[in-house]
């Protein structure tokens, strides 16, 4: 069966894993001082960086429309037997709701709400390919993708809190006394939503090998097939030191190890200095 997977541009996939798995992405929109941008398109995160740090206001992203849906479907469902779209988590984003609505005008266009953003989403987006690839039918994939997203661990530690705190999630007495402390929280996807599970004190390197220990170690139900370390800029050291703790609290081989940017939706929320590591349990 000829099946077509898309999604968001949340899904953080490399341009080489994009191309792998022939998946289209639909970009979401960035806001900045009232302007709107593609995301991935026309701005990058390093667009955003460079703005806030010259004094510019916090951006923010809106949803891809339901017009915007349903160009893509009817494009894209004229030349395949089914298509599948999957998006960013219902509870971040409208892109569920508004991609939902465009696919009622198609019989053969799927949606499946990630519940997840970031390579968490990935994780799902790449699931549906390998499925389709075996000649599995868009609604037995589907029917999985609903069942596999609960097993979908997606986690970030964060270097700076300035962006949480002028985004209005946390105060500018926690964002102070995380810097000056040193602290670096963990922001963890649970039942949809982003929540803080943990924190660490020290520099981002130091944190991030405790940060992965915590999620790895002795964990006997991984699936060792792919892991992701999804950021936004961080050091070349804050990298290796995640990479290096994966091997050495699971079995991953290193063409199992994936690295991936961060996309806009990541920058305007969590800004430089975010490294996550997300991966599937059995």
Known sequence: MSIKVTSDSTCDLTPELLSRYNVTLTPLS????????????????????????????????????????????????AQYEAVIHITIGAQFSACYQNASIAASNFKNVYVVDSMNLSTGQGHLVIEACELAA???????????????????????????????????????????????????????????????VDKYRGSLEKCVDKYVKGLLKDRKDLRLDRIFITHSPVSEEAVRIARETIKKYADFKDENIFETSANCTIACHCGPGTLGVLFMTK
Do not use: W
């Open 30 to 77: 960035v806001i900045k001082n009232g302007e709107s941008f593609l995301d991935g398109v026309d701005i990058t995160p390093e667009d955003i960086y460079r703005h806030v740090d010259n004094g510019g206001t916090l951006c923010s992203t809106s949803a891809v429309n339901v017009d915007g849906y349903r160009k893509l479907f009817k494009e894209l469902s």
């Open 134 to 196: 075996q000649g599995i039918s868009a609604v037995e994939i589907c029917a999985r993708l609903n069942e596999l997203r609960g097993r979908v661990f997606a986690s970030f530690i964060l270097d700076r809190l300035d962006y949480m705190q002028k985004g209005g999630r946390c105060s500018s007495i926690v964002a102070l006394g995380g810097k000056l402390l040193h602290i670096k929280p963990q922001i963890a996807v649970v039942d949809g939503s982003m929540k803080m």
